[in-house]
């Protein structure tokens, strides 16, 4: 009953795959199960009355085991690629080696595994807000006729691709947005007609002709600018059109406020104020070229109801995990946000001292900018590789500064290149396993 | 014969090997395969009467069995890396499983599959249609005569690559290209120095000098203004080769509806028209200065012959192999497009109302625009980061929107890769695939 | 006892899995322990009497003696696709056979685990200088009151989201640099004024007008450019502030050549400077331009410590992952600047002689440059793109020279693309893996 | 003797490992290794006699066996991840199953490794023969006294990280090199007041002032134009510099093909004629300028001789491998080279058309370009998003041609990015598993 031999062979049959090692090699780390099967049996057990048992059964994954004996062997945890983190975790917990480091050339697998199922699950999350959405359609469920028709009318508004009504539906918005977007255009030629007979003479005549009958003049294309009715009444047809749609839209839709925060949603509702603002104005507004004008910027949200025409091409995996990607990687965004901020201001500062510096030397003169919000443009301006040509360098140290200044506004385009490459190559691997799994039943 | 002990081990031999379980394990998932097994048989069987059996033998995969019976062990189903998504569900139908679900972290693996055979599939059909144009070249299948110079004439002329005829052949037709072109460039000229002494003229000389003498002058320019009639007929020998051209390779083409769509076959044909025009109209296109010059634009279709040559640089893989993914991706493309018109629309719409808005303000006075148009063009150009300088906003609001304009410009392009990028790598990997190994003949 | 038939099957039990194989297999490597397993026993030997062994135990890896084997049948040395090569080698040296040449198709296996474990490591090198930073937090191991607060001191000043109390101070650190900041762009409007005053007219109307009445009002307006002394006050205030900070930064630190190294860090000591200057020189500065000026420029450093707001975001591991790819690769980056400098010389260079070879045609005559700085300064232009229009060329010479410099630059951006997308996603895996393992403590 | 009954078992014991199947599965592919074994054996041979063989040993690669007793089973012929394309053969061949057809989902399997392998093969041409003359330094094969310098001599001025002399003399080599860009800076100025001197009065003042008197001073400029003297012998100084360490390359250089046509040694040739050339012609050149002005232009070519600066840096990987993917991409390079001038002619067509056709409607007359080269020059600009401003479209038909153009630029520039960096990414592995393992002798 004296321990045994340590040269003897013991067997470990793993799920039907029979494993040999020394007795020796078990024994390297103390407390571990296996570690355990070594030890004599206590001496008034039945089992210490036979011989020392030399083949052990363990109903466990055979293919890990190998892995394991690994460990004891070498004294190194390695793991195989295709294993998955809570397998390999359950494993190593049974046989008493949770806490056994793994080899650093392994860390990666499980690693990989790891991040590509946490990223599933964020894009499943993404995508099952929209689900849930159209699951509230199946009439199945619907406790009454008074639930039915609000998913119905909001798969109607909402998903053009759902059915023939819904396309025609769209198709009309898309009519009305474009019938609304000539309006708005027509009425920038006369906001333009009207301002460049009004305030272009004020600026340059005043100081030439004769001051009192420009006033006049003025006074009377004052009154002569009004919107052509018709067009007023037709922009009025638009709005009640976009109005009617967004207030169907706004009741029948399951999540009120994911419905207010959407960007899209709020640029429709400001759209409707320009005209209402001008219904009850009336003729004031022509009278108020700033009000009109401010009325004329908010229209310009118009152009935003186009894009609802992307709902045509719902299915395009690759822009929906676009969209995702910018939306979960909003801190590298601000982060560049605010390193563009910075890098506007600091090359703003050293241009304008630049050109300072270099022009108070004598002999070149006349200065580019006034102030040092225009030094602000021009950095913007080269920062982008616009380059109008309104500002520029004259002195040997402005265009140093300049030059520095294109070379890092070309460099910071191409580090967001890898930024949003890495994200979004992970999350469209995950959606479209998605998209081809979920069919077929497997997931 | 009354149930066995759930203790006791059950030995699944698959394939030869063996795998050793408890009965217990096995009765999980009740209706299964395996659970049969341990079922006692039904009392008048024959096999009711032995002792009851304790080994099984399945022709079946040994190495997906682990994976089985680790599903039976752990109740979490997981697959290995290289398993071919056919053979794992065909698998789990023999065992009864087929509605189990996999574990999450073992989607991807059967997904990355199934995406790349489709993508292989999507390939092999693109490229299969050049191929079966190839395989219509063999003598062997030609019926006769009749149909045989067909296949010979398209290879001949479509395939610069196939043969030393059909090089020297498209080294011809290059040549004739080149010298369509030279006398494309030469025509420019005359209708630069026609032009430029007629309407400038009129318009810049009609308020000051006499209008008599000008406008005899320009009568007397519209008679000179003529093509030198050498170049008309060099020109009508390049239409002449290149219509016998198209029209031979019109006739042998063997898909004439796909000859018609291509964008370069369009092009060819449109070519013709301006030479034959010119040839009809006679003397009196010079007298409609329109007309030869809409007949000159037509002309720059001839720059597109020289893409042909291309061809010689065929077996490039990674250009075939961009312009599937620019066509397979044409709904990204479109969305993308989209996008771009919206943003050219809100931005330009935006910069207009912001610098009426702040040129409002007396001081400064004159717009750099006239119309919304104007706006448009200026934002394309801000967009692409040209920026020609001819238009810039003078207010610090203009200058604001600009900068954005600006920003999300730069941006947009950045956005264009990944989404490029992804599809060319899969469909890059699934190229090279068929190119080696389709000539072994693994395939 | 003779040498037994080569066709004799001989069974290698290693790790408890039968491996059969011919003894001739075996022999196909003579010297390697395979081998000297079917060496006839020496005489004497007490193996020598009884008959051969067939049977052979070793407590291996039975999986890589798979390969190992395969090696004996095909000459060939395969690896599996998840060995990790201390293991392989192990392998190999135990079989005698540590010289064995891979086969080329498996040589990517083992390099691809290598350089990831690399990656690991430097990765995990950089990070540690972090955390090492972190540890010293701990009270346990600090010996007593003195040393306890560096390190509070220190993540109190360093890591904005460590606690309350270091979110508080790193939001008035925010706020005092706005105020700079804004103090600052105060400032640049006074230098502005007073340059437009003084410089201005001493260019152009030095010729024009009375010079003698010029010069006095540039002296009074000379005494009478002064910061307001409420400003300096403030901004004095604020440099206290940052001095405060800096200092208790800088004793705190741990690690005070790293400290001094870092440019962050350095741009706060530079802007602190000016303060201290101007009211050392007092009323002297404002008769002095320059200083005027240089000080100015100095103070642009201000914007820098808006930067440290990025530590609100400090947990976005892309960007530390950037920050630490271009650390990482500065050869490239040295390489590229250098290219680019060669570049800019080249092609600046080629524009000068092109357009003079081109102008001296007589026609057109007047250079946009006068010496060969300015034609740097177009290259730079051109080659980032910018291209302000300040310098274009007019002659064909010149302008083939820009087209070739234009395309040549906007590749150049293209070619960075590559070189920082691939180390960036090497060390992006292997920081996810970091931060997803190292919670879990398997690391 | 009869046949065996089809449901019998059939042990096949492949190295060691026991698989079973039922002989019916066996018989699928008749003609077959595997089949012959169930066909009854001839009457008269020995084996006919006893009862039928039930258990075959084959000395082959047990796990790949699997999958070919797949095939037997499903039909289906699929491969492991890790197989090597050779092995798969040669097992395949072995079984008599070489003309199986693999499973579509195996295809990438074996395309990958072979691409990857072909790929290594490629780079590792490029590098040996760089290595190749890095093993000529090896003392030990020189023949002899005479051939020992050579590479010695190669070395130490090819390869500046290799001795502390060869760094020295590269040192020497860069200081040269800088000052004959002094030196031909300082030429710059010369040659641009000459011109300045002597043509921009003749352009002009022609007209204006006498005739006569210009001329002599234009004369006697030219009698003055003069390098002087000592700037001539410091360049012809640093010529023989830099024509001894040519021709020190030259004769030293292993391979004189490859040597002649590197760029930067065909620069270094050329850039010697300049001082030799003014050498011998003596004080004529100063009154030929546009000779003057060629030499000039050659000089340039001194820039490139900082590039060799980069042979400091040169164990970067990263660029050795963009260089070697540019290399073996040249055919992808001349298509978008051949895209790149098609698309400058086309738009720089239909830009001309568009203008002269926008603009023929009076109003609006000068056009910004007098032939239609300024128009490739203007369309080479805007594809590249340069966009000085000297030429822009001034009718809405010129416009629209000017924005689609430049969106074509903008998306030409990303197009690039994919081909680039998929074959980067490839030799970019490979380079690095050679770098890694070669030292390690695993190779």
Not at 309 to 334: D, I, N, P, Q, Y
Request: hydrophobic share 45%; proline share 6%.
């Amino acid at each position: 009953f004296a321990m045994e031999g340590l040269d003897d062979k013991l067997i470990l049959n793993v799920g039907g795959m029979r494993h040999e090692t020394y007795i020796s090699t078990v024994r390297a780390f103390p407390g571990t199960r296996l570690y355990k099967l070594t030890e004599p049996p206590p001496p008034g057990s039945p089992a210490a009355q036979g011989p020392p048992v030399r083949e052990f059964f363990f109903d466990r994954n055979p293919e890990l085991f190998s892995y394991v004996l690994g460990y004891y062997r070498t004294r190194q945890l390695h793991c195989p690629n295709d294993v998955c983190r809570d397998v390999l975790e359950e494993e190593l917990a049974y046989w008493g080696l949770a806490e056994a480091p793994l080899a650093p050339c392994c860390w990666l697998k499980l690693s990989g595994r790891e991040t590509r199922t946490q990223d599933f699950l964020s894009w499943e999350a993404c995508e099952n807000a929209h689900l849930d959405e159209r699951l509230l359609l199946n009439p199945m469920e619907g406790q009454g006729l008074r639930n039915a028709w609000k998913p119905w009318l909001w798969v109607l508004l909402d998903q053009p691709q759902s059915s023939l009504g819904a396309k025609c539906l769209s198709l009309i918005s898309t009519l009305f947005a474009v019938c609304a977007l000539v309006i708005f255009f027509q009425e920038t030629e006369v906001q333009l007609d009207y301002f460049s007979a009004n305030f272009t003479p004020m600026g340059h005549g005043a100081g030439v002709g004769g001051n009192q009958q420009q006033q006049q003049q003025q006074q009377n294309n004052g009154l002569v600018y009004r919107r052509a009715p018709h067009l007023l009444y037709l922009e009025l047809l638009c709005a009640l059109w976009f109005g009617t749609e967004l207030f169907a839209r706004a009741i029948s839709c399951p999540d009120k406020v994911r419905f207010l925060c959407s960007p899209l949603n709020l640029a429709d509702i400001f759209c409707l104020f320009p005209v209402l603002v001008e219904l009850v104005v009336g003729d004031k507004a022509e009278r108020q070229p700033r009000l009109s004008l401010t009325l004329g910027a908010i229209r310009s949200l118009y152009v935003l109801k186009l894009v609802r025409l992307l709902g045509f091409l719902e299915k395009s995996l690759a822009l929906r995990v676009l969209v995702h990607t910018l939306h979960s990687s909003w801190k590298e965004v601000c982060a560049f946000l605010l390193i563009w901020v910075a890098e506007i201001l600091f090359f703003g500062s050293l241009f304008l001292y630049g050109e300072l510096l270099g022009i108070s030397t004598p002999g070149q003169s006349e200065l580019h900018f006034g102030d040092i919000f225009t030094c602000l443009w021009w950095t913007v301006i080269t920062l982008t590789t616009v380059g109008y040509g309104d500002i520029y360098p004259l002195s040997a140290m402005g265009q140093l500064t300049a030059a520095v200044t294109a070379t890092v506004g070309m460099c910071t385009g191409v580090l967001l290149v890898p930024v949003l490459l890495v994200r979004f190559q992970r999350y469209y691997a995950v959606a479209l396993a998605r998209q081809k799994l979920r069919p077929s039943g497997i997931l």
